[in-house]
């Protein structure tokens, strides 16, 4: 708000007086697949790019990241990922990161791979001293655009290259004693979409490295307690939960037939909104499955139910969305339906086609 005041009211409130960056610098925490809570510090920078933050650059020796300064010779190292390699990771979703904290980088990475298309996801993990590995950060990179998204070119198999590209952007303390992880995997799914076939690949250690962006600080960096004031919005809508919510996130493996699958649930149960009287209920199922290492079996599906009522009125939208590929396309399907009452009013269905270009 101070912010705002200031550069469209032109309020002299000191906004500008305090740190051109603060950040939230996250504590080493036992990993975990949710967090109430979890803990850290803000921190502030004087000035932007940081003279705090420099460059540590460590070659990756095989099965370990070299110490800075530490001469490793050339060995090439394979993998070839399954698709369950990803399977508690997340999910896919279509939103990017933006990023607006120093960015470790998988800086020099010297691959070849044996398809046209491949990919490459890195994961840097805090490994506490009894060996629990926390994720940090992570990132992406399609090889095919390895030299931008402008023009995409297939890898030529068995040659090598060298590739950059970032994580997500994150400030992080590792306490002593504790290491830091860097894994390399060939597919991520459900997070990202595989690759049409699988792919594998070889990293050269020694001739690739990765790069962190460390930030001793001999000086106090500490900012206010609540550096940004005390949020301000409007007051609450009064609602009633007629309905219990569901949440839940459960995944399976069938060892026969090889089905694999994440399902989510994210229904919000009936809620009455006092001032108007309406009650809405939101179900929602996610389902993301594949077969085995079938690289074009992944399929990932959405269901949404939505319902208004009112006295004796309702109206409900049913809609349902289902993503599929081929080695060379990818398919979608989607459906709407709505309703007043119990009679269907509209009904609509899609089916689009997208060549995969590289994917």
């Given at each position: 708000m101070r912010w705002w005041d200031h550069w469209l009211k032109d309020v002299e409130n000191g906004v500008l007086d305090g740190p051109m960056v603060q950040t939230w610098l996250q504590e080493s925490v036992p990993p975990s697949t949710s967090y109430e809570d979890r803990p850290g510090r803000w921190v502030g920078?004087?000035?932007?790019?940081?003279?705090?933050?420099?460059?540590?650059?460590?070659?990756l020796a095989p099965h370990r990241i070299?110490?800075?300064g530490e001469d490793v010779p050339e060995v090439m190292l394979e993998v070839s990922s399954p698709l369950s390699v990803g399977q508690f990771a997340g999910k896919w979703a279509s939103y990017r990161a933006r990023r607006t904290c120093p960015t470790t980088s998988a800086k020099g990475l010297a691959?070849?791979?044996?398809?046209?298309?491949?990919?490459?996801?890195?994961?840097?993990?805090?490994?506490?001293?009894?060996?629990?590995?926390?994720?940090?950060?992570?990132?992406l990179l399609?090889?095919?655009?390895?030299?931008?998204?402008?023009?995409?070119?297939?890898?030529?198999p068995g040659q090598v290259c060298e590739v950059e590209f970032e994580l997500n952007g994150v400030a992080q303390a590792f306490p002593a004693g504790h290491r830091f992880?860097?894994?390399?995997?060939?597919?991520?799914?459900?997070?990202?979409?595989?690759?049409?076939?699988?792919?594998?690949?070889?990293?050269?250690?020694?001739?690739?490295?990765?790069?962190?962006?460390?930030?001793?600080?001999?000086e106090s960096d500490e900012v206010p307690a609540n550096p940004f004031g005390q949020s301000e919005g409007p007051p609450p809508l009064t609602t009633t939960q007629l309905t219990p919510p569901e949440q839940r996130w459960e995944?399976?493996?069938?060892?026969?037939?090889?089905?694999?699958?994440?399902d989510i649930v994210k229904n919000s149960g009936a809620v009455r909104y006092d001032d108007i009287d309406l009650s809405v209920t939101r179900d929602v199922h996610e389902r993301y499955t594949w077969v085995a290492d079938r690289f074009c079996?992944?399929?990932?599906e959405t269901e949404w139910v939505v319902t208004f009522e009112r006295g004796d009125w309702s109206a409900r939208s049913e809609t349902s969305t289902r993503v599929s590929s081929t080695p060379e396309e990818f398919m979608i399907d989607a459906c709407l339906d709505a309703y007043h009452g119990d009679r269907r009013i509209v009904s609509r269905n899609w089916h689009h086609t997208v060549p995969r270009d590289l994917i």
């Open positions: 920078e004087a000035r932007w790019p940081s003279p705090h933050v420099k460059p540590s650059e460590h070659a070299a110490r800075p691959v070849s791979a044996d398809r046209p298309v491949a990919m490459v996801a890195a994961r840097l993990s805090d490994v506490a001293p009894d060996g629990r590995a926390t994720r940090v950060t992570y990132g399609n090889l095919t655009r390895r030299d931008g998204h402008e023009e995409p070119k297939p890898m030529e992880r860097l894994s390399l995997s060939t597919s991520y799914w459900p997070l990202a979409w595989p690759p049409p076939e699988p792919v594998t690949l070889s990293v050269h250690a020694g001739l690739s490295s990765l790069t962190l962006p460390v930030r001793p600080m001999a995944v399976s493996r069938d060892l026969v037939a090889y089905h694999s699958a994440l079996s992944p399929v990932a």
